[in-house]
């Protein structure tokens, strides 16, 4: 069973940066995509970006393009670079992980992490 621990989460000013990390035990050789997802209070969880470890491709929800950024130099961890942070950026952060990479499929993802807190203070 893969297992994913995130770290990074926090208190931050809008416009300021965070940066979340994922790290994966356990049979990482049988996952491909590791991604980003996000809850805020009362909506419901919601894609923020993934990359392949194959195929080196990434996506990104329209929200965040341009001011996230995604990255995986090993197998096993992955970090989301979040700059001008916006109030509308708080929610509980989760990684996902899944077998296959698919450009724009947002589903599948059988492996999830505990969740961290991002807030974003106006």
């Known amino acids: 069973q893969v297992q994913l621990v995130e770290s990074g989460g926090g208190l931050v000013q809008a416009g300021g940066s965070l940066r979340l990390s994922c790290a994966a035990s356990?049979?990482?050789?049988?996952?491909?995509?590791m991604g980003w997802f996000r809850q805020a209070p009362g909506k419901e969880r919601e894609f923020v970006a993934a990359r392949s470890w194959s195929v080196g491709g990434t996506y990104y929800a329209d929200s965040v393009t341009g001011r996230f950024t995604i990255s995986r130099s090993t197998r096993d961890t992955v970090y989301l670079q979040m700059n001008s942070l916006k109030p509308e950026d708080t929610a509980v952060y989760y990684c996902?992980?899944?077998?296959?990479?698919?450009?724009?499929?947002?589903?599948?993802?059988?492996?999830w992490g505990q969740g961290t807190q991002v807030t974003v203070s106006s």
């Open positions: 356990g049979p990482i050789f049988s996952i491909d995509t």
């Open positions: 996902a992980a899944k077998r296959d990479w698919r450009e724009r499929d947002v589903s599948g993802y059988g492996y």
